[in-house]
């Protein structure tokens, strides 16, 4: 069965680092998104992305973050300049363009940012 | 905006207990509504969803959950459980869009005692 991956599965930072989160979504899929999860709280969303351009982003998606589809497989989520409150669990998903509109997560990257 | 409401952070039961943990929703469009799982250190997996249709939705390992628009609310239910549905539980809505975001819940952890 196909399946979203993520990389690395965990990163540790000094804060004030760029990061770049990586993810493969599933091949035929047309919506990416990242959400988080910080420690013992809920899952946010973050930003979708669809045609090489963003679609949504939350409040929390600000200019330290940015996404992007560099070679038609990967899509990435860098933040520029990481802070102590940037740690938390990452998750990517995808969707397809079609009636199912499931979204399926990845396994995620836990950031800590020291 | 779609906001998700699961009033028990906790819920300890027995084994091949019945158990319900409860969702409510708040949307002004039509929704689509899932349940998610996550297992400790483990990422997010689908349990179940509802689109559209039988209002009642099951998974293939004995939770269900039905969709009772007049009282927005999703509960899951499962008849019986057992040690290895120890987990989180998140409910979550999205808009009948497709491609829109996921709103989760804050979660619940199902604590299944042996």
Redesign the interface.
């Given at each position: 069965e196909p399946e979203v991956t993520q990389t690395p599965s965990h990163q540790v930072t000094q804060m004030g680092q760029e990061v770049i989160l990586r993810c493969v979504p599933i091949s035929n899929h047309l919506?990416f998104?990242w959400?988080r999860q910080i420690l013992g709280?809920?899952?946010?969303?973050l930003v979708?992305f669809?045609n090489n351009e963003i679609?949504?982003k939350?409040e929390i998606f600000d200019d330290q973050f940015s996404v992007e589809r560099p070679d038609g497989s990967n899509f990435t989520l860098k933040i520029r300049s990481t802070k102590l409150e940037d740690s938390a669990m990452y998750?990517c998903?995808s969707?397809e363009?079609t009636?199912?509109?499931?979204?399926?997560?990845?396994?995620?990257t836990r950031l800590t940012v020291t | 905006a779609q906001s998700v409401t699961q009033l028990d952070s906790q819920v300890p039961v027995f084994e091949e207990a019945p158990v319900e943990l409860r969702c409510n929703y708040s949307s002004s469009v039509s929704v689509?509504l899932f349940w998610?799982v996550q297992y400790p250190n483990?990422?997010?997996?689908?349990l179940l969803?509802y689109?559209s249709g039988s209002t009642l939705v099951e998974s293939i390992n004995g939770f269900e959950a039905e969709f009772n628009k007049s009282q927005t609310s999703f509960h899951l239910r499962k008849p019986s459980v057992h040690i290895s549905d120890t987990a989180e539980y998140?409910c979550?809505v999205?808009g009948a869009r497709?491609?829109?975001?996921?709103?989760?819940?804050?979660?619940t952890k199902l604590q299944v005692i042996p």
């Amino acid at each position: 069965e196909p399946e979203v991956t993520q990389t690395p599965s965990h990163q540790v930072t000094q804060m004030g680092q760029e990061v770049i989160l990586r993810c493969v979504p599933i091949s035929n899929h047309l919506y990416f998104y990242w959400y988080r999860q910080i420690l013992g709280q809920k899952v946010e969303f973050l930003v979708s992305f669809y045609n090489n351009e963003i679609s949504e982003k939350s409040e929390i998606f600000d200019d330290q973050f940015s996404v992007e589809r560099p070679d038609g497989s990967n899509f990435t989520l860098k933040i520029r300049s990481t802070k102590l409150e940037d740690s938390a669990m990452y998750f990517c998903a995808s969707s397809e363009w079609t009636g199912s509109y499931e979204q399926y997560f990845g396994p995620g990257t836990r950031l800590t940012v020291t | 905006a779609q906001s998700v409401t699961q009033l028990d952070s906790q819920v300890p039961v027995f084994e091949e207990a019945p158990v319900e943990l409860r969702c409510n929703y708040s949307s002004s469009v039509s929704v689509y509504l899932f349940w998610y799982v996550q297992y400790p250190n483990q990422g997010l997996q689908l349990l179940l969803k509802y689109l559209s249709g039988s209002t009642l939705v099951e998974s293939i390992n004995g939770f269900e959950a039905e969709f009772n628009k007049s009282q927005t609310s999703f509960h899951l239910r499962k008849p019986s459980v057992h040690i290895s549905d120890t987990a989180e539980y998140f409910c979550a809505v999205s808009g009948a869009r497709g491609y829109q975001k996921v709103t989760f819940g804050t979660g619940t952890k199902l604590q299944v005692i042996p």
